[in-house]
């Protein structure tokens, strides 16, 4: 089992960068994979972005692509997700998720994740 904490978020002015990083506890944190998804008020969940194990593989929503880039230090138990040129739309609850194993046809499905966080806020002014 893992532990998900995710910090990091706050308010920023458009066009400003944030960094978001998701502390798992355990000494397996490098058997799950990870994803970030995000959900803003009135929206449903969607997904942001996906690392795998080892960090190799990297998978990208289509808004984010180019301006956000996930990693991963194993020896931290740690994955970020670095935010620059943030526009208003990207304001919502960010959350880090873990799954140990999944293809790469449901990276993108928060259903299938096993473990999440209790969520971090971004919000971004005009």
């Known amino acids: 089992q893992v532990q998900l904490v995710e910090s990091g978020g706050g308010l920023v002015q458009a066009g400003g960068s944030l960094r978001l990083s998701c502390a798992a506890s355990?000494?397996?944190?490098?058997?799950?994979?990870i994803g970030w998804f995000r959900q803003a008020p009135g929206k449903e969940r969607e997904f942001v972005a996906y690392i795998g194990r080892s960090g190799v593989l990297t998978t990208y929503a289509d808004s984010v692509k180019g301006r956000f880039t996930i990693s991963r230090d194993n020896a931290k138990n740690t994955v970020y997700l670095q935010m620059n040129s943030l526009k208003p739309e990207d304001t919502a609850v960010y959350y880090c998720?873990?799954?140990?194993?999944?293809?790469?046809?449901?990276?993108?499905?928060?259903?299938?994740?096993?473990?999440w966080g209790q969520g971090t806020q971004v919000t971004v002014s005009s």
């Open positions: 998720a873990a799954v140990s194993s999944i293809s790469t046809t449901a990276m993108r499905d928060g259903r299938r994740y096993e473990y």
């Open positions: 355990g000494r397996t944190f490098g058997s799950y994979n």
